[in-house]
């Protein structure tokens, strides 16, 4: 009786967060109905035409259709990789070093650029890349010709993959340290009674008790193969990369809010988000089926 005479105070700490989740998440999930409309802002939307599925087969029509989702799990599937082999060998790397005052201004170092938004983050990288920028100096220097990278099809999509693993390879690798330290240090003793060297204890014991977490956050991951993110493609592209560096986020974006064609855009939405709800439930499935771990 006593916790449920306080259990009212823990309801009213959640109620900020569950008003926070109704009113930006659940209410305008009601905005989905303008995929199958001809959407009039004016008309509302009970007053504008029904039109079914309309705006799905005609994206399905769309020249640029494959183009957007080709570049999307492009993007997004080497990012999810990069973003797991850099950490992980960063990670085993940085678990030798003895020199703790290294170590841990090492981690400091390089999980700095993970709280930094891509619109501040744009601009420098920008100016590094740029034909006159401190890139095309050293190339310059070295006899080469000047490229114009954040233009050119060739080299837009490397740079997008480099800048988005500088950015947030150190919070990975935050997380693999700490499943390492999990792992048992008489594994590491036994090692090295038999004679194992330290790449072989890297290899033999380090790397398989990290197996569970590479497992889960690898299947976990799965479920972002449609987001290619948003943020960083917005601030760094141009027309002149929409082949190479369109996604579909940012296809939306531009469908509807600079040329309002509200239903197209809500349709291609709501068709990456159907097929993304479909990869989260697999990946959950998989995730407790390899790592014994599961959200719902």
């Known amino acids: 009786m006593r916790n449920q005479k306080y259990a009212y105070q823990y309801h009213l700490m959640l109620l900020p967060v569950m008003a926070f989740l109704v009113i930006f998440h659940i209410l305008p999930m009601f905005g989905v109905i303008i995929a199958f409309e001809k959407f009039i802002p004016t008309r509302g939307f009970f007053g504008s035409e029904f039109v079914g599925l309309k705006y799905f087969q005609q994206m399905l029509k769309m020249s640029i259709s494959w183009r957007i989702f080709r570049n999307t799990v492009v993007?997004?599937?080497?990012?999810?990789?990069?973003?797991?082999?850099?950490?992980?060998?960063?990670?085993?790397?940085?678990?030798?070093?003895?020199?703790?005052?290294?170590?841990?201004?090492?981690?400091?170092?390089?999980?700095?650029?993970?709280?930094l938004s891509w619109v501040v983050l744009a601009i420098p990288i920008m100016n590094i890349f740029a034909y006159d920028g401190v890139v095309n100096n050293i190339v310059r220097a070295f006899g080469g010709?000047?490229?114009?990278?954040?233009?050119?099809?060739?080299?837009?999509?490397?740079?997008?993959?480099?800048?988005?693993?500088?950015?947030?390879?150190?919070?990975?690798?935050?997380?693999?340290?700490?499943?390492?330290?999990?792992?048992?240090?008489?594994?590491?003793?036994?090692?090295?009674?038999?004679?194992?060297t330290r790449g072989q204890?890297?290899?033999?014991?380090?790397?398989?008790?990290?197996?569970?977490?590479?497992?889960?956050?690898?299947?976990?991951?799965?479920?972002?193969?449609?987001?290619?993110?948003?943020?960083?493609?917005?601030?760094?592209?141009?027309?002149?990369?929409?082949?190479?560096?369109?996604?579909?986020?940012?296809?939306?974006?531009?469908?509807?809010?600079?040329?309002?064609?509200?239903?197209?855009?809500?349709?291609?939405?709501?068709?990456?988000?159907?097929?993304?709800?479909?990869l989260i439930l697999t990946s959950n499935r998989l995730a407790y089926k390899l790592a014994n771990y599961r959200i719902f």
């Open 145 to 196: 010709s000047p490229i114009l990278f954040m233009s050119s099809n060739s080299w837009f999509r490397p740079i997008l993959i480099m800048t988005d693993v500088w950015k947030e390879f150190g919070f990975g690798t935050i997380v693999y340290l700490a499943a390492i330290t999990g792992i048992d240090p008489a594994l590491y003793e036994a090692a090295v009674i038999d004679g194992a």
């Open 75 to 115: 993007i997004a599937v080497w990012k999810i990789a990069m973003n797991m082999v850099v950490p992980i060998t960063f990670s085993i790397l940085l678990n030798e070093v003895r020199v703790e005052g290294f170590k841990r201004t090492a981690q400091t170092i390089i999980y700095l650029p993970h709280f």
């Open 201 to 278: 204890r890297m290899l033999h014991v380090t790397l398989p008790g990290m197996l569970p977490t590479i497992v889960l956050l690898a299947t976990r991951n799965l479920g972002n193969v449609l987001s290619a993110g948003f943020d960083q493609i917005f601030n760094l592209y141009s027309p002149a990369v929409y082949e190479v560096g369109d996604i579909i986020d940012t296809y939306v974006y531009r469908a509807g809010l600079l040329e309002m064609n509200y239903s197209l855009s809500t349709a291609v939405g709501l068709m990456k988000s159907a097929i993304s709800i479909v």
